[in-house]
């Protein structure tokens, strides 16, 4: 039971984001007895994917901001004389301004039920904020007391308690191509690293088929939401860390067909790769040499500091006008490649972010960006099922009510959490949203806008449907921060078929809706009633159906004095910041890791069960219980190659330190 934990544990982590659930994993790995709790149903904080009716689940609950009841009301008896405590946030207040929307072709839901789902499916609400415009956005009815059963519809948001012992680690490998996300508690499936190919489809001349509201209800377990928006670089912090800790077979990856440019306000495939460049016809034969020229100095530059050392003290856009470069090689290689400030990059910095552009490309397929199916709250729970093969116990709608501190050391000792159980570690790790307003008091924070829309087209049509695409929207006014788009297609196993999941994230300066909407202006189209009197360019945009903005706390990059009286041995871990990749969760992750544990390996191979070599005393009470006990099958192997859902399936692999990981390689 989750009321009867051990009292004593070497480290206690709050909090199931990413950064916090890859220190997890890394300290069970090398050992460490883990407590790993979150005051939510889910895994992954701000980091989660939700099914349609679990994001409507979490949109209610950030507009009521209802505080919890549940708490043990004599836990300060467990307080002795030299001890003072830290009381920790029970609600989360790092989502803002929630505002929700439905674009016509709405039709009643209340008799609709989610495919699957055992309650009845609430009917979906409108803006939490007044004043919206009724029209010509039409919204759907409010939401109703009904949302808060939409948790029971996804079982693996349940609380859980793992144990390494109810978890083996040799598992049997499984197609995990189903409507919900597969849970760290509830299936122990091992997925290959991989890309999946976008499968070609047939192009249809025909309109694109009117979904109504109803039907992204019904296939609401079709959809995986992500609360933040990120790609993995194919050579990132983060893959590489997949591949060395083997969390990779845990995980499957598509790969990012296409980079896209927002120019002259029209939207248009940038050619990255030498191929893409020779073959492209939006360029011309001189365009293409200055482009390679330019893309064979970054891989370099380092070599040649002749060339740029008179502009250190520039921006890389100034830097860029000097290379002799037309202006739409210059906005592809700003926007598109570099995907940098225009105002605010240096010169440097702009070089290095083309560098690694280029350095990922090639990989794994002909962009340098992977998408984890199933979306990337997929990436948080692997590593949770890491720390749990290795002992680590997990515990969700597990609330921390405060920090037990010593006075003298100046240490914290325990934690007690909502049933008053005291449980003391050595070490303790806290996502940032759980520290109080009186210990964060100093510290400022930094704001993301975020848009999420279900639309009926892609932004740019080609022949294939299955296309996962980038696109970066440079800022209308400068100073503005530029939008990165990303558009997921229902191959991702995060929408339904004949839809569309298309992310927008930018630092805020306003509100979300404030930041984003005129770019959702430019690139979709809303209104439906007025499409008679629509000009053809405009009905050729693709279709918003529904749309949420929320504005999200940016708690990286913030110094550790900031925070207030905190503890030596308690160790603050960010949310989600702005960037594209994951690499400051990594980071910050292994820096934690290293100062609690200086001589320990981070995340290192996990041992191969042929290698491990028992003592005599070990191996006479294991062959004493083999006659009672089923001989272990082996695992199947890896080379045999298989079929999936009409996919070709071949398994490629990549020899590091004489470890074999397996990669899953999907073409239609």
């Not at 051990?6 to 984001?17: K, L, Y």
């Not at 830290?86 to 207040?93: E, G, Y």
């Not at 040499?289 to 891989?299: E, Q, V, W």
């Not at 002909?366 to 749990?388: D, H, K, S, V, W």
Request: hydrophobic share 35%.
């Amino acid at each position: 039971m989750a009321d009867n934990l051990p009292a004593e544990f070497d480290v206690v982590v709050v909090g199931t984001g990413l950064p916090e659930s890859i220190i997890a994993a890394a300290c069970a790995r090398s050992g460490q007895r883990v407590l790993h709790v979150d005051s939510r149903n889910y895994y992954g904080g701000n980091w989660a994917s939700f099914s349609f009716s679990g994001l409507l689940s979490w949109i209610k609950e950030n507009q009521e901001k209802s505080e919890n009841s549940d708490e043990c009301e004599d836990w300060k008896k467990l307080i002795l004389e030299n001890e003072e405590v830290i009381s920790l946030n029970k609600k989360d207040k790092t989502i803002e301004h929630v505002e929700a929307f439905c674009f016509g072709d709405q039709d009643s839901a209340k008799d609709v039920e989610e495919a699957g789902a055992l309650p009845k499916l609430p009917v979906f609400g409108a803006s939490g904020a007044e004043g919206v415009a009724q029209d010509p956005n039409k919204e759907c009815p409010p939401l109703d007391s009904a949302v808060a059963r939409a948790e029971s519809c996804e079982p693996e948001k349940a609380a859980s308690v793992d144990t390494a012992s109810t978890v083996e680690e040799n598992d049997t490998e499984v197609n995990c191509e189903n409507e919900g996300s597969p849970s760290v508690s509830s299936s122990e499936s091992a997925l290959d690293l991989g890309k999946a190919e976008a499968a070609p489809s047939e192009v249809s001349a025909q309109e694109p088929k009117k979904i109504m509201y109803s039907q992204i209800v019904r296939e609401g377990r079709r959809f995986n939401i992500d609360l933040v928006s990120k790609l993995l670089y194919s050579r990132g912090l983060l893959i590489d860390l997949l591949i060395k800790s083997n969390v990779s077979r845990y995980a499957e990856f598509k790969n990012a067909t296409r980079i896209l440019a927002f120019r002259e306000g029209k939207v248009e495939q940038v050619p990255c790769s030498r191929a893409d460049v020779f073959n492209s016809r939006q360029l011309t034969m001189v365009e293409k040499r200055m482009l390679m020229k330019f893309l064979t100095f970054c891989l370099d530059y380092e070599q040649h500091p002749d060339e740029f050392q008179d502009y250190k003290n520039s921006t890389f856009a100034q830097f860029l006008r000097t290379r002799k470069l037309t202006p739409s090689l210059q906005h592809f290689i700003l926007h598109s490649i570099a995907m940098v400030s225009e105002t605010d990059c240096s010169t440097v910095e702009g070089l290095q972010a083309t560098r690694k552009f280029l350095q990922c490309l090639g990989r794994y397929g002909n962009t340098p960006f992977l998408f984890p199916l199933y979306g990337q709250g997929e990436i948080p729970q692997c590593f949770c099922r890491m720390c749990a093969v290795f002992g680590g116990i997990y515990c969700l709608r597990h609330s921390v009510q405060c920090l037990v501190v010593d006075k003298e050391s100046g240490r914290c000792k325990a934690i007690i959490d909502h049933f008053g159980q005291r449980i003391s570690a050595n070490y303790f790790i806290v996502e940032d949203s759980y520290l109080s307003e009186s210990v964060c008091r100093n510290v400022c924070y930094r704001q993301i806008s975020r848009a999420v829309l279900i639309t009926d087209q892609s932004v740019l049509k080609t022949d294939s449907e299955q296309q996962v695409s980038i696109l970066t929207v440079p800022p209308v006014d400068l100073g503005q921060p530029a939008v990165c788009v990303i558009e997921l297609c229902s191959s991702t196993m995060t929408c339904m078929k004949d839809t569309y999941l298309v992310h927008l994230t930018c630092p805020s300066t306003k509100t979300a809706r404030e930041d984003l909407e005129p770019v959702v202006q430019k690139l979709f189209h809303l209104n439906t009633e007025a499409e008679k009197e629509t000009e053809n360019e405009e009905l050729e945009k693709p279709r918003v159906l529904w749309a949420v903005y929320f504005n999200m706390r940016d708690s990286s990059g913030i110094d550790r004095n900031s925070y207030s009286n905190l503890p030596s041995n308690v160790y603050v871990c960010s949310g989600p910041d702005s960037a594209l990749g994951n690499d400051c969760a990594v980071k910050q992750a292994e820096t934690i890791f290293q100062e609690m544990f200086p001589t320990e390996e981070f995340c290192p191979p996990p041992p191969n069960p042929e290698d491990i070599i028992y003592d005599e005393d070990e191996l006479a009470s294991e062959e004493s219980g083999l006659s009672n006990s089923p001989e272990t099958k082996p695992e199947p192997s890896s080379e045999e190659s298989s079929s999936r859902d009409g996919c070709v399936v071949c398994s490629v692999f990549i020899k590091e330190n004489e470890k074999i990981h397996g990669c899953v390689v999907s073409s239609g």
